[in-house]
């Protein structure tokens, strides 16, 4: 199965700073790649898929690139809302895998 | 607008058997396939399984191969999982979820069930 790897576990930053989230693949994934953010005592919510689109409703301070093995999450300045965890999925084979998720922190 | 809601979640002895139901509303449930996907406490996501379209092929993840059956019945629009020979690490939290696009991108999620498995 492909691994995920999300870094850093942990980013502790401030609002309105710029963030970027990594994602490595343990093999190429080509761009099949989402990202989902979850708050605490709540379901994921899907932000981005195939690498760089943005799902319905989603703010456009959110944008996704990479492709291959090396993926990037970016929250272009951060909002209050914003800090929750954020995992990347690869489904480009089965099984489907996460990474272990960014806890985006004050 | 899309609902999904999960049932059937408790409290069960490993060994032992349960089964979960998710209700779909607000699209229509035989275009798309649908997943299970876990979560263990304060751990992160982990996809369970996959029921395509009209229900005639399954995948599973192969920490429940063997030991969980997914199920939908079209006509109900209602998605199952089966989960037998439970283990004290399939505590979690289950959620079923729409698949986007015929891709297993998980646009729509539900509430979650939690099943406990303790002696």
């Known amino acids: 199965e492909i691994v995920m790897t999300q870094s850093p576990a942990t980013l502790s930053v401030s609002p309105r700073q710029r963030v970027t989230l990594s994602c490595r693949a343990s093999q190429s994934v080509a761009n099949d790649l989402a990202w989902y953010q979850q708050k605490p005592g709540q379901v994921p919510r899907l932000l981005i898929y195939?690498?760089?689109t943005r799902a319905t409703g989603i703010p456009a301070r959110f944008s996704g690139g990479g492709s291959g093995t090396l993926f990037t999450l970016t929250i272009s300045s951060l909002q209050s809302e914003d800090f929750a965890i954020y995992y990347c999925?690869?489904?480009?084979?089965?099984?489907?895998?996460f990474g272990g998720g960014t806890k985006v922190e004050i | 607008q899309v609902h999904l809601v999960e049932s059937g979640g408790g409290v069960v002895q490993p060994g032992r058997s349960l089964r979960l139901s998710c209700a779909a509303s607000g699209f229509i449930f035989s275009d798309y396939g649908m997943h299970w996907v876990r979560q263990a406490p304060g751990k992160g996501l982990q996809w369970v399984a996959i029921v395509w379209y009209g229900g005639s092929h399954q995948f599973y993840a192969d920490s429940v191969k063997g030991r969980f059956t997914i199920s939908r019945d079209n006509s109900k629009n209602m998605l199952y999982l089966e989960m037998n020979s439970l283990r004290v690490e399939d505590t979690a939290v289950y959620y079923c979820?729409?698949?986007?696009?015929?891709?297993?991108?998980?646009?729509?999620w539900g509430q979650g069930a939690l099943v406990t498995v303790s002696s």
């Open positions: 999925q690869h489904y480009n084979s089965w099984p489907v895998t």
């Open positions: 979820a729409r698949g986007h696009g015929g891709n297993s991108v998980f646009d729509y």
């Open positions: 195939a690498a760089s």
